[in-house]
């Protein structure tokens, strides 16, 4: 093919790429707004993330804090406890590896898709309030069955009257 066409090509690829890379993630815990490690998705040194709206998962599920550091984790145990509510993101693929690799997944968490339900949306052509959509989710099989005997959150806050503050990854002994 002539260079031209070629130039073509690649400047079509590279508009459509980051496009098409673009991942859907629910956050519920640290990750969200005005929570401990919110930055990290703000940090374009970590790839992109692009706020969506905020959601609610269809089914409950326990959300729970467990451990010395005080860490949120959504069990994937559908059907108990109550339904949570958290932020979407629109990541590309460099942030989706990073976040990856932060919480740990596969082994401290696992990243599966769950039914949500529309909040308030700000995304241009994105889903009505109140309507069904589909997004990944840190969720976790991996856990102590006592944490299913702790208190299950609608909405998980760090600085919350529950006094469990949240120790950063940094600052862990
Ligand atoms: N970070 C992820 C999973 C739990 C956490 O603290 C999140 O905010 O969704």
Redesign the pocket.
């Known amino acids: 093919m002539g260079v031209r066409t070629w130039i073509k090509a690649a400047a079509l690829l590279s508009a459509l790429t980051p496009l098409g890379s673009m991942t859907r993630i629910f ?6 707004r005005g ?1 401990p ?1 919110h930055f990290r998705m703000m940090d374009a040194a970590n790839g992109k993330a692009e706020f969506c709206g905020s959601a609610q998962t269809a089914e409950a599920f326990p959300l729970v804090i467990a451990g010395k550091y005080n ?4 069990l994937n145990v559908p059907g108990t406890g109550r339904r949570v509510r ?1 932020e979407v993101y629109r990541v590309d693929a460099k942030m989706l590896a990073f976040l990856d690799d932060f ?1 740990n997944c596969p082994s401290m ?1 696992q990243r599966t898709a769950v039914r949500l339900v529309a909040g308030d949306w700000t995304e241009p052509d994105g889903p009505a309030p109140g309507t069904g959509l589909e997004a990944f ?2 969720s976790t099989t991996a856990y102590q069955p006592d944490s299913l005997k702790l208190p299950m959150l609608e909405n998980y806050d760090a600085y919350g009257s529950h006094g469990l503050v949240y120790a950063l990854r940094e600052s862990r002994q």
């Open positions: 956050v519920y815990g640290t990750l969200k929570q490690n860490i949120p984790f959504l958290g919480e968490y989710v840190y």
